[in-house]
T-cell receptor, first 109, second 110 residues
Framework: QKEVEQNSGPLSVPEGAIASLNCTYS??????FFWYRQYSGKSPELIMF????GDKEDGRFTAQLNKASQYVSLLIRDSQPSDSATYLC?????????FGTGTSLTVIP | ETGVTQSPTHLIKTRGQQVTLRCSSQ?????VSWYQQALGQGPQFIFQ???????GRGNFPPRFSGLQFPNYSSELNVNALELDDSALYLC?????????FGEGSRLTVL
């Protein structure tokens, strides 16, 4: 059973702060790692992916991967109210994607 | 814009009925996956089609079935609907190793 675990939250941060979202996975054979943002009533939207150990930055978003610890994180700098959403962590093993239950983030103006 | 379109966006059925959900993708997307997302949960893999053949299936009963057509459109069929089938059904295509979703079809079973 391939599992992806996330703290469901809710996580609240003030506007302008750094939001830190965490995810662990069980399958060491997982090849790729993804973060999706899902607004209420909408479908998930891919915002970041990372394949190698270390950090990957894209604008205000930084994904961090530690394969030895089976740990993926997403940092959102200068958080904005529009970042308020559920963030889903996903891993790919073979041709299947496995998702966590998501972390609800609220950015308080 | 993911190039994945789903219909209908919302529908209501009663227990025991059958439902067909549809998905179309831009030409060249010869692989399509279907996911079920229950309220408060992450998407769960139902099955995947590649060039009209099922080539992967998650832990869903046989009453969940699908088709993929030569024009790359796809259908998800669910027979004998149960209350727990109420969910957002997502069609997705892998593009360059990443997975992109359509807008989803929200099914409510009463």
């Amino acid at each position: 059973q391939k599992e992806v675990e996330q703290n469901s939250g809710p996580l609240s941060v003030p506007e302008g702060a750094i939001a830190s979202l965490n995810c662990t996975y069980s399958d060491r054979g997982s090849q790729s790692f993804f973060w999706y943002r899902q607004y209420s009533g909408k479908s998930p939207e891919l915002i970041m992916f990372i394949y190698s150990n270390g950090d990957k930055e894209d604008g205000r978003f930084t994904a961090q991967l530690n394969k030895a610890s089976q740990y993926v994180s997403l940092l959102i700098r200068d958080s904005q109210p529009s970042d308020s959403a559920t963030y889903l962590c996903a891993v790919r093993a073979g041709n299947q994607f496995y998702f966590g239950t998501g972390t609800s983030l609220t950015v308080i103006p | 814009e993911t190039g994945v379109t789903q219909s209908p966006t919302h529908l209501i059925k009663t227990r025991g009925q059958q439902v067909t959900l549809r998905c179309s993708s831009q030409s060249g997307h010869n692989t399509v996956s279907w996911y079920q997302q229950a309220l408060g949960q992450g998407p769960q893999f139902i099955f995947q089609y590649y060039r009209e053949e099922e080539n992967g299936r998650g832990n869903f009963p046989p009453r969940f079935s699908g088709l993929q057509f030569p024009n790359y459109s796809s259908e998800l069929n669910v027979n004998a609907l149960e209350l727990d089938d109420s969910a957002l059904y997502l069609c997705a295509t892998p593009q360059g190793g990443e997975l992109f979703f359509g807008e989803g079809s929200r099914l409510t079973v009463l």
